[in-house]
């Protein structure tokens, strides 16, 4: 321990020295300028998952990066005059941090690896290795000698002590290796025993000891991040370091933001769902159901389901939003003797939830729907026109939920607003438009935020003043309320036709895969399908990806399915990440706004319109006007106001982030750092 604090000591004092000794091009006599560094990264692109899974760790958190493509005959060449200029009289270096394939690229003896060498030890700026193999080259021991090399499928990596001091104090500790499928190799690489000037920040066991996964390689007065496995973007080792990555090589300070987000809505709240029949493979009472008439079942929560989610949220520290239709309750209530335990429970748990808007009574807000054909059409007048539902009826669809809720008490954000099936938003193939009357009606009632189905459109957009916020649909189906019915009809939908099966996974072989073999009915569920609806909810949650999950009401019904899922994820997260790094469980409203302003930056950057650097322990960013930049500093930096400072931004993993832009009377963002 004594010996890695002095190298650290040692490491600081020699980029200290490095920033501080860099002169003016030129003007040898004069006192020494502390160089510019521009918040960019530089990424060196050998077409390889590794970089590209950096790459887009970068793009997600909004940090601006420059590509150079190996492969291009047309690529610039990485030289001096590359990486570095002179601006305003100050020595400038293009940029922050540098992603490589691997610890050299560009061949031996390479002048462009000797010039970014030089780079870098002239400006202190640090290299992350992608992926490369254990060997002397980068500070560990050949693999023979106490290491590993092959498939590490399942292995149980662990944080170091240097590296919950270090780049990933926000983990919790345990990082391991996906293991999906026995039969597919998922992950290669190289474990080794660290030598003289490698820091290990990522182990696991070998033998009777252990060896590196990651660490820092410092020597020649540079500093590598070496990493000794290959990885994709989507691997859940990789997001669960991919943090630390970019905080390590932009040395805690940078543009963009990230946040792992999680929030669930749960729609149909007061109304029954329609139940799949297992004997008719499809839902009575629903469209396009042969032989349902008369088969109708419903699955509605009752009290006791009420009472146990309110006990659940507790429990989990975890708060889900109820989308409601009170016209579908009242409906309900009238056919049932006039009476609602349910509806009871909620309103008088009222304050436990975040609430929605999600239509009175839930009708298809698009065109008028001819469900005599399948697939179903849109009707159309004499003159050929299509038959749309009015802006009255929208408008009073989603006024009469509203004034429902106020005479309960129960507080909704009117801004917010999720129709029946994202109803009145286009619907491929059959309604290739909006409603023309839905955005009115949402102006009608002050929506600036409506829910949209990812599935169908991943992008937010604009329906009149208002935005979409996409939702992810859940894998746990709205017309099931037993373990035993989803997996009954997730085998309709993805096994073939000879296991029994609709045969839609054969007949859409890029968007499905059929199982193997059936689910067992009775354990199916639990055993298969929620292990994998956990992986992909867990996988939005450590992508910063703010938008919602949805599901219906009937999941929290009869068996509860929804519950398993939720509980892995939560508690899979929880055992993962330091406290430091909550779950950000926020409204969809707040989802919108980042989703909005997460597009601003975008095209601002991509439009070159962004000026952001460091001189020293000061940060200067300019943005167009109205353009919030996100930034991410260490933990004590302040802001520079007209008069004086204030702390800046909000802890997260470690670190201290917001959307930020310049104070009054002011025409950039600067910062004081500690």
């Known amino acids: 321990m004594v010996k890695k604090n002095r190298m650290n000591r040692l ?18 006599a004069r006192a020494a300028v502390t160089p510019r560094v521009d918040l960019r990264v530089l990424v060196v692109d050998d ?124 983990l919790g500790g345990q990082v391991a290796f996906e293991d999906n499928s026995p039969l597919i190799p998922e992950s290669y690489g190289f474990m080794a025993k660290p030598r003289t000037g490698y820091t290990s920040y990522l182990d696991a066991p070998v033998g009777s000891g252990r060896a590196s996964l990651v660490g820092e390689y ?18 859940q080792q990789f997001r669960l370091l991919a943090r630390g990555i970019v905080e390590w090589v932009t040395q805690g300070v940078h543009l963009g933001q990230e946040r792992n987000y999680f929030a669930v809505h749960v729609d149909d709240v007061f109304a029954p769902d329609a139940r799949w029949s297992k004997e008719l493979n499809c839902t009575p009472g629903d469209y396009a159901c042969a032989g349902g008439e008369g088969q109708e079942s419903t699955i509605r929560m009752t009290a006791a389901d009420a009472q146990y989610l309110a006990q659940w949220q507790t429990s989990k520290n975890f708060k889900l939003d109820m989308l409601f239709n009170a016209g579908a309750g009242e409906e309900w209530k009238a056919e049932n003797g006039n009476t609602d335990a349910l509806t009871a429970q909620l309103v008088a748990d009222r304050a436990k939830y975040r609430w929605m808007n999600h239509t009175y009574t839930h009708p298809f807000l698009g065109c008028v729907q001819d469900t005599t054909t399948t697939p179903w059409t849109c009707t159309k007048n004499s003159a050929g026109a299509i038959n749309w ?65 990812n599935s169908r459109e991943p992008l937010q957009r604009p329906v009149g003043a208002a935005l979409t916020v996409p939702r992810y649909p859940m894998n746990v189906y709205y017309n099931t309320g037993t373990n035993s019915e989803m997996a009954d009809e997730y085998n309709w939908i993805y096994t073939s036709r000879a296991d029994g099966g609709s045969g839609i996974c054969e007949d859409n072989p890029g968007t499905s895969t059929c199982l193997p073999d059936p689910l067992d009915a009775n354990t199916g569920y639990l ?54 790094a909550p779950i950000v469980n926020q409204s969809m409203k707040d989802t919108g706004v980042e989703l909005q302003r997460r597009a601003a930056w975008n095209a601002a950057i ?65 910062l004081h750092m500690p």
Not at 105 to 123: D, W
Not at 148 to 159: F, H, I, K, R
Not at 218 to 235: A, I, M, P
Not at 534 to 539: E, F, V
Request: glycine share 10%; proline share 6%; hydrophobic share 40%.
């Open 218 to 235: 410092t020597h020649d007065g540079r500093s590598e991040l070496v990493v000794t496995f290959g990885y994709n973007q989507y691997q």
């Open 389 to 453: 539902m009015s802006r009255a009826e929208i408008s009073a669809q989603i006024r009469d939920n509203n004034n429902w809720a106020a005479a309960k008490g129960i507080t909704t954000d009117r801004t917010e607003l999720v129709t029946g099936e994202h109803s009145g938003l286009r619907t491929l193939p059959q309604q290739a438009q909006d409603n023309p009357n839905l955005a009115g009606a949402l102006a009608d009632n002050g929506v600036k935020w409506a829910g949209s189905d």
């Open 606 to 670: 991509a439009a070159n319109q962004v000026t952001a650097y460091r001189i020293g322990k000061d940060v200067t960013v300019k943005a167009p006007s109205g353009v919030l930049a996100p930034l991410t500093a260490p933990t004590g930096t302040k802001k520079q106001l007209l008069l004086g400072t204030a702390d800046f931004g909000t802890a997260y993993a470690g670190t201290r982030s917001t959307w930020t832009a310049p104070e009054l009377l002011q025409s950039a963002v600067t």
């Open 47 to 170: 077409g390889g998952s590794s970089v590209e899974a950096i790459t887009a760790e970068l793009r997600d958190t909004g940090i601006p990066y420059t590509r150079v493509d190996l492969g291009s005959g047309s690529r610039p060449v990485v030289d001096a005059a590359f990486l570095a200029d002179t601006v305003d009289g100050r020595p400038r270096a293009k940029f922050q941090g540098v992603v490589l394939p691997n610890e050299n690229p560009f061949g031996v003896g390479s002048a462009e690896m000797a010039a970014l060498s030089a780079y870098e030890t002239t400006y202190g700026i640090r290299q992350v290795d992608a992926y490369t193999w254990a060997h002397p080259g980068v500070g560990l021991e050949y693999t023979d000698n106490g290491g590993y090399s092959g498939t590490l499928d399942g292995t149980q990596a662990a944080v170091t002590a240097a590296g919950k001091a270090g780049p990933f104090a926000y």
């Open 527 to 580: 055993d298969y399908i929620v292990p994998a609806e956990a992986r992909t909810a867990m996988r939005h949650v450590l992508n910063n990806d703010p938008r919602p999950h949805y599901v219906h009401q009937s999941n929290l019904a009869e068996e509860r399915t929804l519950y398993p899922v939720l509980n892995q994820v939560l508690d899979g997260y929880r055992t993962l990440y330091a406290p430091s």
């Open 11 to 28: 490491a600081a004092v020699c980029f200290a020295a490095a920033i501080a000794s860099v002169a003016v091009p030129g003007v040898a």
